[in-house]
């Protein structure tokens, strides 16, 4: 049976649960699932399809996760892909919301261009922040109006997973 691997780059931990989320998900449906950080993945070899995920961090995937799909692109480009982003800024369905948050994408689409993406309001948790993120994110929090916390929806992971096997053609 064909294998999909779901890799995840993180900073405070809370995108790993979401990846593991999505894994199970597509398990249930009856997929082999690998879950793994993006710098433990060697290559992409074998794999039929790749999920890829990262939080943001001032505007921007994390560095590692635009370098996994840097490093893979021609494998990947061969491939059927999906992205999901974890963040807390611009998760209002507005148009400037919409294309704020699209912009978070925009450079690692223009490497990998995936069958879809997604976008889930993430986790704010100051105590698993060092120093400097904690000092930008309370700045953030302070202009932006939004609050500390968990708005991970478990249930809007879990029927983003579930509707993409076919769109990744993969039984
Ligand atoms: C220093 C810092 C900068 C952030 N910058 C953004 C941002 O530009 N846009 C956004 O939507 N979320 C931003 N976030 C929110 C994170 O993307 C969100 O908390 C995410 O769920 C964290 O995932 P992690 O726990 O896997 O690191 C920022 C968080 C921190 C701490």
Not at 17 to 27: D, H, M, P, Q, S
Not at 54 to 69: C, K, Q, T
Not at 142 to 159: L, M, V
């Amino acid at each position: 049976m064909s294998k999909i691997l779901v890799t995840y780059a993180t900073r405070a931990g809370s995108t790993v649960a979401v990846a593991e989320k999505i894994g199970e998900a597509l398990r249930a449906n009856g997929a082999i699932v690998d879950v793994c950080a993006v710098k433990e993945v060697r290559d992409v070899n074998g794999y039929a399809a790749v999920i890829i995920g990262s939080a943001i961090r001032m505007g921007s995937w994390l560095p590692e996760a635009v370098e996994f799909a840097k490093r893979n692109q021609a494998q990947l480009r061969q491939l059927p892909t999906a992205f999901f982003t974890c963040h807390r800024l611009n998760t209002s369905d507005d148009v400037t919301s919409r294309q704020a948050r699209e912009a978070y994408t925009a450079p690692v689409r223009q490497i990998v261009t995936p069958k879809t993406e997604v976008f889930f309001n993430g986790t704010m948790d100051y105590a698993k922040l060092n120093f400097l993120d904690r000092t930008l994110a309370k700045a953030v929090e302070k202009s932006t109006n939004t609050k500390e916390g968990d708005f991970r929806n478990w249930d809007a992971i879990r029927a983003w997973a579930e509707s993409l096997a076919p769109m990744l053609q993969v039984a």
